[in-house]
Structure formats: structure tokens, C-alpha cells
């Protein structure tokens, strides 16, 4: 929503603000599957260390 608002205030046309807002969910999906599988990736290093013998 942000960069529709920004391509509308600076007097983009309808075609740009809906590209933008459109890039906005992809950027968004995209930044949420990368959160996913770092966390995912965090809590399966975490549960090997827990089974380590080394310590």
C-alpha cells in the first residue's frame, strides 16, 4: 500500500500504482517465505545442538 500511495501522490498513472501495489505482495510473499525457512532452518540447527554430545 505504500507504494501505491507513493506512485499516486507523485503523479504516476493508474497502470504504474497498479504495478506497485502488486510488487508490494510480491515483495511481502516473498520476504514472508524467506522468514519462513530462516526460522524454520534457526530451530532445526537449535535442536542439533541440543543432541550434541561434544559439550
Known amino acids: 500500500m505504500i507504494f501505491e500511495l507513493v506512485c499516486w501522490t507523485a503523479g504516476h ?4 500504482t497498479m504495478i506497485s501495489l502488486v ?5 511481502g510473499g516473498w ?3 524467506e522468514a519462513y525457512l ?3 532452518d534457526w530451530r532445526w540447527r537449535k ?5 550434541d554430545a561434544s559439550h
Open 13 to 16: 498513472d493508474t497502470l504504474e
Open 23 to 27: 510488487a508490494s505482495i510480491g515483495f
Open 38 to 40: 530462516w526460522f524454520k
Open 47 to 51: 535442536r542439533a545442538s541440543d543432541f
Open 31 to 33: 520476504i514472508g517465505i
